[in-house]
């Protein structure tokens, strides 16, 4: 008789154990990038803003002042890419002027950093249009510093400056 196992046994029980390494190994793997996408999952206060930010763009270029006054603050202060520093009266004033004639703005490279009841979102522009009859193709940076009060998001300040090109 045999005193020693059949050599395949051994080799089973490796397999076996190789193969529950694996399995654990896998089960791990999966625990932790379903639990990193969850971590990554943005704040809905974050999707909200990011909205926020393309409907002011999109109401520039249609110079509709009534959606950009419910999105600024009364204490709204505007700075732009040339040092003008506008209040929201002024800013609002702007938008309607007939000879600013805005054609696209689009924003890219969003961040939102959230500090309590208040958010800076920063990111990079593109506008074109025309002012005065002169043709305009800005692009640059922007800051906004948005509060939430009441329930509602309203920007307290707007800063934008242009990238050399």
Not at 5 to 21: C, L, Y
Not at 117 to 123: L, N, Q, S
Not at 132 to 159: I, L, M, N
Request: net charge positive; aromatic share 10%.
């Amino acid at each position: 008789m045999f005193s020693q196992r059949p050599p395949h046994v051994g080799m089973w029980r490796f397999a076996r154990k190789s193969m529950i390494r694996s399995l654990c190994c896998c089960l791990l793997l999966t625990v932790t990038v379903i639990t990193a996408a969850i971590a990554q999952q943005s704040d809905p206060r974050e999707s909200r803003l990011i909205v926020l930010e393309r409907l002011w763009n999109e109401s520039q270029v249609n110079r509709d002042s009534s959606a950009l006054d419910a999105l600024v603050s009364n204490r709204f202060v505007n700075t732009e890419w040339d040092g003008e520093v506008s209040d929201k009266t002024k800013f609002l004033a702007d938008i309607r002027d007939p000879r600013f004639k805005p054609t696209s703005a689009n924003i890219q490279d969003l961040k939102v950093n959230f500090f309590g009841d208040t958010a800076v979102v920063t990111g990079i522009y593109h506008t074109k249009g025309t002012y005065q009859g002169k043709p305009y193709d800005h692009v640059g940076r922007f800051t906004d510093t948005w509060v939430q009060e009441s329930g509602k998001w309203q920007c307290v300040a707007s800063h934008t400056s242009l990238l050399k090109k």
